[in-house]
């Protein structure tokens, strides 16, 4: 099976994740597409400082019905950050005989060098880098951090990176929606409508929890 791994803080999921999970699902024909909450994200201070709880409730409203998708609650069943390595290999050890597919965003693959044992992912599973308009990325072997480079080679027939573990490196022309989460927060706490941005059920959960009102 081919299983796609979609992380994020999700504060809060809106159109642009589920159109990033919809093209990467479609693209490498992913059977599955897990989003998984970040409990403790590591690279910035959770907005608002939103329950783990109130995040997995706005994701499962927004990906409910919508075949392949799903959710994993995973990074809150566990203490400390939520380093994307550790998760990939807690997947790797409940799916060892699946193709496991890393979703990240253009943006995020040009800074992986600064997460923690990056170097470690590419070997543990694939990656689907999703481009935006804003954050192309032209040269795929040139945006590897230099210190692993001679472990790629590219492969023009399909544009994707080969890494000499066996895994690959897909690239995706992605979502042109610009949505920002930061302004998603912003419009709910002025009590502006948020219903272009995010699924109408998660609009009416985070105007009924207040989630965002100050």
Not at 1 to 13: E, T, W
Request: glycine content about 6%; some cysteine.
């Amino acid at each position: 099976m081919r299983i796609g791994l979609l992380g994020g803080s999700f504060n809060p999921v809106h159109r642009a994740h589920l159109l990033i999970a919809e093209q990467a699902q479609s693209a490498c024909r992913l059977e599955r597409v897990i989003f998984i909450p970040a409990a403790d994200p590591p690279h910035k201070v959770l907005a608002g400082n939103i329950p783990f709880d109130q995040r997995c409730r706005m994701v499962q409203l927004a990906i409910s019905g919508k075949a392949g998708f799903e959710i994993s609650t995973i990074e809150g069943e566990r203490l400390g950050k939520s380093y994307s390595i550790d998760t990939i290999r807690i997947f790797r050890e409940l799916y060892p005989q699946d193709d496991l597919f890393f979703i990240i965003g253009g943006d995020s693959f040009l800074e992986i060098s600064s997460w923690s044992r990056y170097a470690d992912i590419f070997c543990a599973c694939n990656l689907i880098v999703v481009e935006r308009p804003g954050c192309l990325i032209p040269d795929r072997l040139a945006a590897v951090p230099a210190d692993i480079r001679d472990e790629f080679s590219y492969q023009s027939a399909t544009d994707r990176l080969q890494h000499r573990s066996g895994t690959q490196v897909c690239f995706v022309r992605g979502c042109p929606q610009d949505v920002s989460s930061t302004e998603i927060r912003n419009l709910a706490a002025e009590s502006s409508s948020i219903e272009q941005l995010v699924p109408s059920d998660v609009a009416a959960y985070i105007l009924k929890q207040r989630i965002y009102h100050s």
